[in-house]
């Protein structure tokens, strides 16, 4: 079946460093959502994406749907504590609007 | 988008016992989703809730461990059934907004606790 993989699987980072994630896919998407899931909270929608080669921004996040359909990148520029928590990738099964969700990368960041 | 409310938002339940997590949306959706989330992992798809008719299950999950019930078109209940201590997780109600590129939002999750 399809799956999502997200790197990396977590990572440290300073206060003020950009991050970048990415999820890859064995299989075309048509659309990739990310979010945002922070402890004892349910995952919050962060960038919508729809067509292949699309960057778009939400304040210092930037994501981009993937030339081969079969990836996206999350950006986060000026990371400040409030980012700590994990980014999951989200991407329709074929044809259908049941979404699977990526491994998720869990973001710390040090002050 | 929708604003969607889940009861409990925590328990801690018996094992053997069955516990019923109620989903509310402040609008009417066509489509709406019910998510596990284990300890640590990504989320799961149980089940798609549909409107007058049996959901449509994932492989991995059945009807008589996870009725589901949705008798309208801003409510869904799930129910987990003889609860063991592997059904810890958070149970998350998640509705597609067609109004806004298909996307789709979720409830705060019931964290359940199976003793």
């Known amino acids: 079946g399809q799956q999502l993989n997200q790197s990396p699987q977590s990572m440290f980072i300073q206060e003020g460093e950009d991050v970048s994630m990415n999820c890859t896919s064995s299989?075309?998407?048509?659309?990739w959502l990310w979010y945002k899931q922070d402890p004892g909270e349910g995952p919050v929608l962060l960038i919508a994406?729809?067509?292949?080669?699309e960057l778009t921004s939400n304040g210092r996040l930037t994501a981009q749907f993937g030339i081969t359909r079969k990836d996206s990148f999350l950006n986060i520029s000026a990371s400040i504590p409030s980012d700590v928590g994990i980014y999951f990738c989200?991407?329709?099964?074929?044809?259908?609007?049941?979404?699977?969700f990526g491994t998720g990368t869990r973001l710390k960041v040090l002050a | 988008s929708a604003v969607i409310s889940q009861k409990p938002s925590r328990d801690i339940c018996q094992r053997g016992t069955s516990l019923t997590i109620q989903c509310q949306v402040d609008?009417?959706?066509?489509?709406m989703f019910w998510y596990r989330q284990q300890p640590g992992q990504s989320l799961t798809l149980i089940a798609t809730?549909?409107?007058?008719?049996?959901?449509?299950?994932e492989s991995g999950f059945v009807i008589d461990k996870f009725p589901i019930s949705r008798p309208n078109l801003t409510f869904s209940t799930l129910t987990v059934s003889n609860m063991s201590p592997e059904d810890s997780s958070i149970y998350l109600c998640?509705?597609?907004?067609?109004?806004?590129?298909?996307?789709?939002?979720f409830g705060e999750g019931s964290w359940l606790t199976v003793v």
């Open positions: 809730a549909n409107q007058g008719s049996e959901a449509t299950y």
């Open positions: 998640s509705v597609l907004d067609s109004y806004s590129g298909n996307t789709i939002y």
């Open positions: 609008s009417q959706v066509t489509m």
């Open positions: 994406l729809y067509k292949a080669g």
């Open positions: 989200a991407g329709p099964h074929s044809g259908t609007y049941k979404y699977i």
């Open positions: 299989s075309i998407f048509n659309t």
